[in-house]
């Protein structure tokens, strides 16, 4: 199963630290509109990612909902199909909650930088050291931590969860 080394935080000067993340990239960003469809699932996480141009993933991971660098695995099928899918899911699983985002990605090395504008949250930044026969989870962790430096992520801009969790809390009522 595929893998990776994951942060997520808050940005603190997301404009600011998008010019570092250019200056490190190994080439151009990426722009991309998705939505997430997430479904209530008893292990893991499962969603459905949209993008602007119609295609679509069915994404399953499992992370610890912990700040800092941590480790995921997950599995991706593409579907061209999204719209009978969702309907599919929803039917079956029930829908747990719809995030949307404008993300801007930036590779470097074995790193995919997002810069995300989560609709309802604010600006966000992700990194993801994807794994493999080269790159163990030692070698991803000091990674992260060398572009959190890089970036400027402090560790109390760190985010433990997903979106969906932080969108959830924010709408939870207080009692």
Not at 58 to 87: C, F, H, N, W
């Amino acid at each position: 199963m595929p893998a990776n080394i994951e942060i997520k935080s808050h940005a603190s000067d997301f404009e600011a630290q998008a010019k570092v993340a250019a200056a490190l990239a190994d080439g151009p960003f990426q722009d991309l509109d998705q939505t997430d469809t997430f479904f209530e699932v008893s292990h893991g996480r499962l969603k459905l990612r949209e993008f602007g141009d119609g295609s679509a993933e069915l994404i399953q991971y499992q992370r610890a909902d912990q700040s800092g660098p941590k480790q995921s695995s997950y599995v991706i099928s593409r579907t061209s199909e999204p719209d009978t899918l969702r309907t599919a899911l929803s039917a079956a699983l029930g829908v747990r909650w719809v995030v949307r985002k404008q993300r801007r990605v930036w590779l470097t090395g074995a790193t995919r930088m997002h810069f995300d504008r989560v609709e309802g949250l604010g600006d966000f930044i992700e990194l993801e050291v994807v794994l493999g026969d080269t790159l163990d989870s030692e070698a991803g962790h000091a990674i992260a931590q060398q572009l959190m430096g890089r970036l400027g992520i402090r560790p109390d801009h760190l985010v433990s969860g997903a979106y969906v969790d932080l969108l959830e809390r924010r709408a939870a009522p207080v009692d």
